[in-house]
């Protein structure tokens, strides 16, 4: 049984480890197992950003998510914001134990967190969550639960910063989740970025900051302005 109420720390070799403490389940060894097999387990959703990958792991009639993230920020500005707020993935996995130990069940669990100092790369290892994708024109049926998930997220300090019907799934029971969550960045600006999308896209309206709001509806305007000078559509 998962104790998110223990996230151990540990270190092991040029390898930076964070995980949920389970009596049944070692994560680590699960992590050994996995890259002593990478290539045997299916590939879902390839991505098109080069080392980024995710991995379906059946173990012990178990399923599992294994993301790899190895991609590199160039952009000056998310590096200093990164030195600000900390490591992107080792925040996100304290939020999420957070909000599993106040039951509040509207995203996946992650269980692992392992970042490699020499190649640079991230190690995730998350809950499978049962079901499928929302269709873009499904955002809008299940209007309600999409918006609690966005401002639910927000309680915790996490965002979604792409919202579309991919990045939510809709289990068996008909229940919405979130999935591929943001934390990194100054969170109450982002914030606004999902108010904006829902607004725009499915005509979802959610309470984020005025003045990041302010500053989001400016800087969304100025872009705009910017494409259609340049003769690209939005």
């Not at 699960?30 to 390839?46: C, N, R």
């Not at 080069?50 to 599992?64: A, C, S, V």
């Not at 991609?71 to 000056?76: I, M, Y």
Request: proline share 1%; hydrophobic share 40%; with cysteine.
């Amino acid at each position: 049984m998962n104790n998110f109420a223990n996230i151990i720390e540990v270190e092991r070799g040029n390898l930076k480890f964070a995980y949920v403490q389970n009596d049944e389940i070692n994560y680590l060894t699960l992590f050994d197992q996995f890259l002593a097999e990478e290539g045997h387990h299916e590939l879902l959703d390839p991505s098109d950003r080069i080392e980024r990958y995710t991995y379906l792991i059946n173990d012990n009639q178990n399923k599992f998510i294994f993301k790899i993230d190895g991609g590199v920020e160039h952009r000056l500005e998310r590096r200093i914001i990164a030195k600000i707020t900390g490591d992107f993935y080792f925040n996100l996995i304290y939020k999420l134990a957070k909000m599993s130990l106040d039951q509040c069940d509207i995203a996946y669990e992650l269980y692992l967190v392992a970042f490699d100092k020499i190649t640079k790369r991230h190690y995730m290892i998350f809950n499978f969550i049962e079901g499928r994708s929302l269709k873009w024109e499904e955002m809008k049926e299940y209007e309600e639960q999409v918006k609690y998930c966005i401002e639910k997220l927000h309680s915790y300090n996490l965002v979604s910063n792409d919202v579309h019907g991919g990045n939510f799934i809709l289990t068996p029971e008909g229940k919405v989740k979130a999935i591929d969550l943001t934390n990194s960045g100054f969170i109450w600006l982002t914030k606004a970025n999902d108010a904006i999308e829902l607004r725009e896209r499915f005509n979802i309206k959610i309470k984020v900051p005025m003045l990041a709001m302010a500053i989001k509806n400016f800087t969304h305007g100025f872009k705009r302005l910017s494409r259609k000078i340049r003769g690209k559509e939005d």
